[in-house]
C-alpha cells in the first residue's frame, strides 16, 4: 500500500477534488446573451408601438428591461416559483387544448405534457406570470410596518410635495367669437390697450365685455377647476402671469379673455394626520422599489453578461 503514500498520486487527488468542487458541486452559471437580433427585435418592437426610431438612451433602456426580466425569470425559476402556480398551471392547461385540437385529456395530463414540451420555460405569457410574481415576492419580502416617526420623517421630507396648488382670483373681460368672428383677437387687443390707458379699476371694466356663462369675478379657484371651466391655456397662464395688471387675450373655447389677477392664495401643505394613508402607501412603494432594485443589484452580480449593444454599454456615460 505504499504507493498510496506518493506524492505524485496526492497531487493528482487533489487536483480532482478542486475541479469536481468548481465544476461540478458549483457549475458556473450560464450567462445572459443578449444578442444583436435580440436588440433589433426589442428595436422594431419599439418602433410599431410608438411609431418612432428609438435614440440610444431608448435602446439602453429597452436592453436593461430585457436583462432585468431574464434575471427575474431566472430568480423565480430557481425559486420553484413555478411549481403549482395555478395561473401558470392553468394557461399551460389551455394551450395544449389548443395545440391538441381540443383534446379531452384531463388536465393533469395536459399540464404534465406542456411541461415535457418545455412551454413552462418557453411560453410568454408564462414568463411575463413569473416575472411579475418575483418581483411582487421581492417587495414584499422582508417587509414591516413603519412606525408613525418614520411616517412622519418622510413626510417631513416631502411635504411640499403634499401642498395643494395655488388658488387665484381674477377679473375678466370676455369677447365672445359667436359675436366677432374672425376678428375676436384683433378687437380684443384693442380693448386691451384700452383698458391700459383708461386706467380703470377691473370692477368698472368688466362691464365692457360681452354676456359669459360664468361671473366676472372669479374667486379662489384651482387650476383643476379652472381647467374645466376656461380650458388649459387659460388655467395655465393665470398661475403664471403678473398680478394687478391687464393680461392678454388668452383664448378659451368660447372666444379671447382679458384678465386682471387679483390675487393668489398659496396651497399650505395639510397636517401629517389628515394624509397619513397616503404617505404610508408612498412611503411603502417606495420601500417596495428599493427591495426589487436591491434584488435586481445582486443577481446582476451574480450572473455574467454578454449584450450586444453599444448603447447599452455607453449608457450614463457622459
Known amino acids: 500500500m505504499r504507493w498510496l503514500r506518493a506524492p505524485l498520486l496526492h497531487f493528482l487527488a487533489g487536483g480532482a477534488v478542486l475541479f469536481w468542487w468548481a465544476h461540478g458541486a458549483n457549475p458556473p452559471t450560464a450567462p445572459v446573451v443578449v444578442t444583436a437580433a435580440d436588440v433589433s ?7 410599431r408601438e410608438t411609431g418612432l426610431e428609438p435614440t440610444p438612451a431608448d435602446e439602453a433602456a429597452l436592453v436593461e428591461k430585457a436583462i432585468e426580466e431574464e434575471l427575474l425569470f431566472r430568480e423565480a425559476l430557481a425559486r420553484g416559483l413555478d411549481r403549482n402556480d395555478r395561473s401558470v398551471r392553468n394557461w399551460l392547461v389551455e394551450q395544449m387544448r389548443i395545440l391538441s385540437d381540443g383534446a379531452t385529456d ?162 399650505t401643505p395639510p397636517p401629517f394626520a389628515a394624509v397619513r394613508r397616503r404617505v404610508l402607501e408612498r412611503w411603502q412603494d417606495e420601500q417596495r422599489a428599493r427591495r426589487v432594485v436591491g434584488l435586481l443589484h445582486d443577481l446582476h452580480e451574480r450572473y455574467p453578461l454578454r449584450v450586444e449593444s453599444a448603447a447599452w454599454r455607453q449608457r450614463g456615460v457622459s
Open 41 to 47: 427585435r426589442l428595436r422594431l418592437d419599439y418602433t
Open 106 to 267: 384531463d388536465a393533469d395530463r395536459l399540464y404534465a405534457r406542456a411541461r415535457g414540451l418545455g412551454l413552462d420555460r418557453t411560453d410568454l405569457v408564462v414568463r411575463r406570470i413569473l416575472v411579475q410574481k418575483m418581483r411582487l415576492l421581492a417587495a414584499r419580502t422582508g417587509e414591516r410596518p413603519p412606525s408613525d416617526a418614520d411616517l412622519e420623517a418622510f413626510y417631513a421630507d416631502h411635504r411640499d410635495e403634499y401642498r395643494p396648488p395655488d388658488r387665484v382670483t381674477f377679473w375678466h373681460v370676455f369677447l365672445a367669437s359667436s359675436v366677432h368672428g374672425s376678428a375676436t383677437r384683433s378687437d380684443a387687443e384693442a380693448r386691451l390697450a384700452r383698458l391700459r390707458r383708461q386706467g380703470d379699476g377691473p370692477e368698472e371694466s368688466v362691464r365692457q365685455g360681452d354676456a359669459f356663462s360664468l361671473p366676472p369675478h372669479v374667486i379662489a379657484e384651482s387650476p383643476a377647476r379652472l381647467d374645466k371651466l376656461f380650458g388649459a391655456e387659460l388655467a395655465i397662464t393665470v398661475q403664471r402671469a403678473e398680478t394687478r395688471t391687464w393680461i392678454g387675450p388668452v383664448p378659451s373655447p368660447y372666444g379671447m379673455h382679458l384678465v386682471w389677477i387679483e390675487a393668489r392664495e398659496p396651497g
